[in-house]
């Protein structure tokens, strides 16, 4: 899936979980959208390389970053500025906040990575296996579409759980 696709989507989620720990939607926004875009970025930027083929240079994934349980230790790392951030703003308020959208980042980065051609590594045996649950391309329009449109539902979703709390 493309970069923009994983910020949306990865928005959506973790601003849906955040609704159920506090009410305050802006700054679970704002926490959301810097744990997406820095998380992901991380994943990305680290996790893939380009192989020389007799087709060209493919993009192809490393097992560093894109396996479940390393994706939350680098989903994670971008939020340790933030909790000193948060810390200063607000005290010990939105801390907990801050943690679960760290920990979600990875794993809804994973979750999308699945349905790619390339998909996400899995050890079996002792050796590393990529596992992919469908095939489409990472540019596939359609596939990159549908991400960010589920993406943005849930936004308006969290957003709607806290209106009343606004208004």
Known sequence: MKLRTHYVFSLGVISLVLVFLSNNFFTN??????????GNSLI??????ELLTGRGLIPVRTPLTHTYPRSVV???LPTVPL????????GYYALVEVLVSGIIVGPTHMFLDMFTEAGVY??????????ALAHFRYDNPAVNGLAIFVGFILLLIAYYITYPYYF
């Open 122 to 131: 899995v050890k079996k045996n002792g050796k590393w296996r990529r596992f």
């Open 83 to 90: 909790i000193f951030l948060i810390h200063y703003i607000y």
């Open 74 to 76: 680098w989903g994670l």
């Open 29 to 38: 926004f704002f926490i959301a959208a810097y744990s997406s875009i820095l």
């Open 44 to 49: 990305d930027r680290l996790g893939h390389r």
